[in-house]
């Protein structure tokens, strides 16, 4: 299937097969598509935490609003968070990054607000949620992407320190009965020509 194919087929899903799971290797590679996300300066300010224990779910689904049935009926719940701790962030790359690199970030970021600081830490995070969307398409995996969860409660669910939530996302097998499919309900988007220019 070609890539535009895929992107075709992807739809949020509503509605979660509870029996059928993921199996262990998709699961695995699923964390190094993570992991290879681009990122500016290879920043990588992000954790991303997986939850597939029947507890910590029934724990998020209280703190996902809308969203309760799909993180208890989902195979995992990918919880993703963006560093908290501007100074921790600072150390980590002056260990683990390239002088220029740690120079871009010194001459060009940290002398932004820390609110400026924290909003690029989460554009680079907003990325690795696109890869990880598109290789779900990719891998035949359904998913659901949930701005629609309470991230300081996510954030003491997970214990999550010096991290804070931004978004997460269920995956798993959908309901074969789920109406949002493309077959049922089909995919909804603005005319092209608005959106994409050619000069
Ligand atoms: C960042 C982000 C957050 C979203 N949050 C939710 C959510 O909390 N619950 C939900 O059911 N759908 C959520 N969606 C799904 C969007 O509504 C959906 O992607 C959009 O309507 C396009 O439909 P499609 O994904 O089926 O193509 C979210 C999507 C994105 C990208």
Known sequence: MSFLNSMQNRYTTK????NKKINSETIN??????NLSPSSINSQPWKFTLVSNKKTKEQLSKV???N????IDCDTVVVFS???NISLFEKQIEEELPTGAVGYFKEFI???SEEQIKSWFGHQLYLSLGVFLSACAEMEIDATPMEGIEPDNYNTILELEN?????AVA???????DNNQPSKRPKSRRNINQVVETI
């Open 163 to 167: 991290y804070h939530t931004m978004v």
């Open 64 to 66: 996902s609003w809308l």
């Open 29 to 34: 590679e699923l964390k190094e598509i993570l």
């Open 110 to 112: 940290k002398p932004q």
């Open 15 to 18: 509605k979660y097969n509870p």
């Open 68 to 71: 309760a049935s799909k993180v």
């Open 82 to 84: 963006r560093i908290d």
């Open 171 to 177: 995956i798993g097998y959908r309901d074969p009965e």
